[in-house]
């Protein structure tokens, strides 16, 4: 049986609020923790863009104290 997002979107709106953080605890066994979030990626994509067009400070550069 195959599974779509949807469905599972739809089922979550129907869980019962009080049970939503077991559900939750469920959901997160599946999450790799190596694996970066959408949003990462797109920060890091950012970032390497922003190092390609030297808008970056060295470490070295900042004054620390």
């Known amino acids: 049986m195959s599974v779509s997002r949807q469905q599972l979107h739809s089922m979550i ?3 019962d609020s009080e049970e939503l953080s077991v559900l939750y605890h469920v959901l997160a066994k599946f999450i790799s923790e190596d694996s970066p979030a959408p949003d990462e990626i797109e920060a890091i994509k950012a970032g390497r ?3 390609a067009r030297g808008e ?3 470490h070295q550069d ?3 104290s």
Do not use: F, G, L
């Open 13 to 15: 709106d129907v869980v």
């Open 49 to 51: 863009a922003e190092i």
């Open 56 to 58: 970056t400070v060295r």
């Open 62 to 64: 900042i004054d620390w």
